[in-house]
């Protein structure tokens, strides 16, 4: 898998997947969707998905770092499921996000965060 869509259709396969998003957190736009997405709106879910990166980026924890730490992903329990925000290293001028929304009853946390990073990492390369 070398591309945007095979990213998107793997994270699918995670158990509990209810929909991915590759989001553009500089400008707030989706990039590309599978599945559903909370609201039913794409757009609306990519907007508040740039407002959350940038406030975490924002705090001085990640602001002051020592070595440069970087945010790898965010995770956040809601009543309908929860919802992981994975940074994608790229090397161009954009900060991409994966998106995974997990149904609360079937997805795993631990398993989804291993799972992602192991398909950005062979997305990357």
């Not at 158990?15 to 707030?28: E, M, P």
């Not at 995974?100 to 997805?107: C, I």
């Amino acid at each position: 898998m070398r591309d945007i869509d095979g990213l998107l259709r793997q994270a699918m396969t995670i158990n509990g997947a209810r929909g991915a998003s590759l989001i553009d957190y500089t400008t707030g736009l989706p990039v590309d969707t599978v599945g559903a997405v909370p609201g039913n709106s794409p757009e609306a879910t990519a907007a508040g998905t740039a407002e959350l990166m940038h406030a975490m980026l924002d705090t001085a924890a990640f602001a002051s770092a020592p070595g440069g730490d970087d945010l790898e992903d965010i995770v956040v329990t809601a009543a309908s499921g929860y919802h992981v925000f994975h940074c994608l290293p790229v090397r161009f001028d954009s900060r991409l996000v994966l998106h995974l929304w997990l149904d609360r009853e079937t997805g795993n946390i631990a398993l989804t965060r291993r799972r992602l990073r192991l398909l950005i990492e062979e997305l990357v390369g």
